[in-house]
């Protein structure tokens, strides 16, 4: 669970208390708790899947040591609100040695670049 997940459950929860008291209030008398225990599967569903569609699409958060030095990178596979990531392949520079390697999606190994 991240933390734009909570934030995000967290303004569905106020909209949907919102939103209760504006069309149900008027109706039928409900305690605000009540109508929030009913609302839980609505926002804990709907801050996971607007966070995993559209905030971080298809995203993937690897780490592991370096090639070279054996310090630990992470690196991260997916699309940030449309900004595009990695891919399949990522090339980065460790922070420590500054040797440039090659990482794997699918089979997570690292490789280093032939110099």
């Known amino acids: 669970v991240t933390i734009s997940c909570i934030s995000l ?8 208390l919102g939103v209760g008291f504006e069309l149900i209030e008027p ?16 926002i804990i ?4 899947k607007i966070t995993d569609d559209y905030i971080f699409v298809d ?12 310090a630990e990178n992470r690196i991260y596979f997916g699309d940030i609100l449309g900004v595009e990531g990695f891919k399949d392949v990522a090339t980065v520079k460790c922070p420590n040695c500054k ?5 794997q999606r699918s089979t997570l190994r690292a490789s280093t670049v032939p110099k």
């Open 9 to 16: 459950g967290a303004i569905l929860s106020i909209v949907w």
């Open 45 to 48: 569903n709907g801050s996971k």
């Open 99 to 103: 040797a440039t390697f090659d990482v």
């Open 27 to 42: 109706i039928v008398r409900l305690n605000p708790l009540l109508l929030f225990s009913l609302g839980v599967p609505l």
């Open 59 to 70: 995203n993937k958060v690897v780490y592991g040591p370096c090639p070279s030095c054996e």
